[in-house]
């Protein structure tokens, strides 16, 4: 199944519906440590404030200054190889 990605009422946040549950609500934040492969991968890209994996989605939140069409082609692909 292909991610399909969604704007959000926040402009500085995009949904990523992934089409299988990704496990309980969680968030990681940027310049912190985690051992969730995903979340670290999706972190490491420029402009990532944070990740929030819930139900069947991933929400990214970018940082004011970042720019979606830099972030949202390697997002994708991080979540196409995780969960597709």
Do not use: C
């Not at 051992?35 to 402009?47: C, F, K, M, S």
């Not at 990214?60 to 597709?84: C, M, N, Q, R």
């Amino acid at each position: 199944m292909s991610i399909t990605v969604s704007a959000t009422p926040n402009p500085h946040a995009m949904k990523f519906s992934v089409g299988q549950l990704v496990g309980d609500p969680r968030t990681f934040v940027a310049g912190t440590v985690t051992d969730d492969p995903v979340a670290a991968a999706l972190l490491a890209i420029e402009g990532v404030a944070s990740v929030f994996m819930t139900s069947d989605f991933v929400t990214l939140t970018k940082y004011p200054e970042g720019d979606w069409d830099a972030i949202v082609p390697p997002a994708s692909e991080t979540l196409e190889t995780a969960f597709g």
